[in-house]
């Protein structure tokens, strides 16, 4: 149990198709991110949350659509998503002060995401 | 742009084997530094972490790590592996112009022989 719970485990889709990944985070954090994790490269930031404001966004395509409703809550919306964004999707929560915070990421187990 | 380095993409080891795992970075001020461990399907989690002070830092599971900061280095140790170490552990670093978030290593896959 990490404290941050990753929904679903694993998605097959269509290049078509519409779907999201969800991540809540129940150690009251106030930071969350979005990590891409594929095969021999290193994890990719995407996006990151802080107080509900997107304070980064590391020029990521406009078919991945990030969403946070609240400090708890993050979604990953995807449409017409390409082969090679089959990864590992990783989100992370961490307590951030106004001027920065240390760092440390606590992370789900992930979102399998394959690409047909 | 902050960079992490990890030298050794593979590594294979028989048990009781000393481990070192290089981690180089870029940015040249004031970092925290990470190593995070990542076991056969499970998720991501934090072995040790530094942010001051003394700069050999220790882990769970008997782990240490030694921050140079002349030599923009911060390597994983551990005097004697278990099978049970069998992993993938990653360096990670925060700290850079205008990054909050950490920027991690591409990761090192340790493999131990029983």
């Known amino acids: 149990e990490t404290g941050v719970t990753q929904t679903p485990r694993h998605l097959v889709m269509g290049m078509t198709n519409k779907k999201s990944l969800k991540c809540e985070q129940h150690l009251g954090h106030n930071a969350m991110y979005w990590y891409k994790q594929s095969a021999k490269k290193p994890l990719e930031l995407m996006f990151v949350y802080n107080f509900k404001e997107q304070t980064e966004n590391n020029s990521v395509p406009s078919r991945f659509s990030p969403e946070c409703p609240n400090s708890s809550h993050l979604f990953l919306h995807l449409h017409t998503l390409q082969p090679e964004d089959s990864a590992l999707y990783l989100c992370a929560s961490s307590q951030e002060g106004r001027q920065g915070g240390t760092g440390e990421l606590f992370f789900g187990e992930g979102s399998r995401l394959t690409v047909l | ?114």
């Open chain 2, 1 to 114: 742009a902050q960079s992490v380095s990890q030298h050794n993409h593979h590594v294979i080891l028989s048990e009781a084997a000393s481990l070192e795992l290089g981690c180089n970075y870029s940015y040249g001020g004031t970092v925290n530094l990470f190593w995070y461990v990542q076991y056969p399907g499970q998720h991501l989690q934090l072995l040790l972490k530094y942010f001051s002070g003394d700069p050999l830092v220790k882990g769970i599971k008997g782990f240490e790590a030694e921050f140079i900061k002349s030599k923009f280095s911060f390597n994983l140790r551990k005097p004697s592996v278990q099978w049970s170490d069998t992993a993938e552990y990653f360096c990670a670093v925060n700290g850079g112009p205008g990054r909050r978030a950490l920027t991690f290593g591409s990761g090192t896959r340790l493999q131990v022989q029983p």
